[in-house]
């Protein structure tokens, strides 16, 4: 016969670091699928040499970023209306998975799901969540052909659709064949 003994200090503080637990949902992969002509006025709007976004017509200003350092750049695209923006980052160095310790801290829940090409071939994450104080936030990670990501944090749930409808456009363009 087992007899239930607590488990160990140690154990606990290692599940439960700092005295922060969220709840994590997994949500079932989303398949990136290849990049086609948009429909009416939206435009495709190339962010990476393998990855590319479907802008509004209206209502969107993208904004190519300079050279940070020598091997990464951040892009910026604001909401015209509100000047909510979301970072985008690109470069073989310029992003990573980790989600941002002080969203995880301050969020008392948040969703994550692993992005798959078309072959099931996992090759990114994004994670969102809603701050104790209602911010909402996305942290989207891409390895592709680099180590790409996009990121926002904004206080309307409404900027926060707005900035998720662009990030669901994300789509793969063919590789760049070298004639070499």
Excluded at 14 to 41: N, V
Aim: overall charge neutral; charged content about 20%.
């Amino acid at each position: 016969m087992h007899t239930l003994h607590p488990p160990p200090l140690l154990l606990v503080l290692f599940l439960f670091p700092f005295g922060f637990a969220q709840a994590q949902t997994s949500l079932p992969p989303r398949i990136l699928p290849a990049c086609h002509a948009p429909e009416g006025d939206a435009k495709l709007k190339q962010w990476t040499d393998r990855l590319a976004l479907t802008l509004p017509p209206k209502d969107a200003n993208y904004q190519r970023g300079k050279v940070v350092d020598v091997d990464y750049v951040v892009d910026v695209l604001q909401r015209k209306s509100t000047k909510a923006f979301m970072s985008l980052w690109s470069g073989p160095t310029a992003f990573g998975p980790a989600l941002p310790r002080n969203l995880l801290e301050n969020s008392p829940s948040y969703s994550k799901r692993d992005f798959h090409d078309a072959s099931g071939k996992t090759f990114g994450m994004e994670a969102f969540g809603i701050t104790k104080e209602g911010q909402h936030w996305c942290h989207t990670w891409i390895a592709l052909s680099g180590m790409d990501g996009i990121t926002y944090t904004v206080d309307s749930a409404d900027d926060a659709t707005f900035l998720d409808r662009i990030i669901d456009s994300l789509c793969i363009l063919p590789p760049v064949k070298n004639h070499h």
